[in-house]
């Protein structure tokens, strides 16, 4: 009778501790999917406008669109479209476009990693480029290219 009543309250001690330990574990892996939620959805960016206010906001076109998709289990999937901006009669107007599917995207809550594929400096051939995008707050993000730090920085409005 003593052996059993050591037993039982060895079990209802590891209980304690695991059952709360589950919870815990079970509260992390839901919190991922509220996390990549945040990032989930359309992103829409422009050009940075020149210092010299020759272009209004209104006059310039959205060069960047990135689409982002919570898959089932938690992964990320989308893809990115640039547009190419040329200054015609001096108006820009989007005069084509180039689209590409993100390429091993992480996101760690405040940051997405991906890669994207394009053209590579010899005719036929395809580079990979790194890219981030950084939340600034739940309906903005900063967008940059990892491999050329000469690139703009391009901020990011999240579409509702």
Do not use: C
């Amino acid at each position: 009778m003593l052996k059993q009543k050591r037993r039982r309250s060895a079990f209802i001690a590891v209980a304690l501790l695991v059952l709360p330990a589950l919870g815990f574990i079970n509260s992390l892996a839901a919190g991922s999917g509220v996390i990549q939620s945040q990032i989930a959805g359309r992103w829409q960016g422009k050009l940075p406008l020149p210092d010299d206010n020759s272009v209004s906001d209104a006059d310039n076109p959205v060069a960047v669109e990135v689409t982002i998709k919570e898959e089932d289990g938690g992964k990320i999937s989308g893809s990115a479209v640039f547009y190419v901006i040329r200054n015609k009669d001096n108006k820009l107007q989007v005069a084509g476009k180039k689209e590409s599917e993100l390429i091993a995207p992480q996101f760690d809550g405040r940051m997405l990693k991906f890669n994207l594929k394009a053209k590579g400096s010899q005719p036929g051939t395809e580079t990979t480029i790194e890219m981030r995008m950084t939340l600034t707050s739940a309906t903005e993000a900063e967008l940059e290219n990892h491999d050329d730090s000469s690139a703009a920085v391009i901020k990011l409005k999240k579409l509702p």
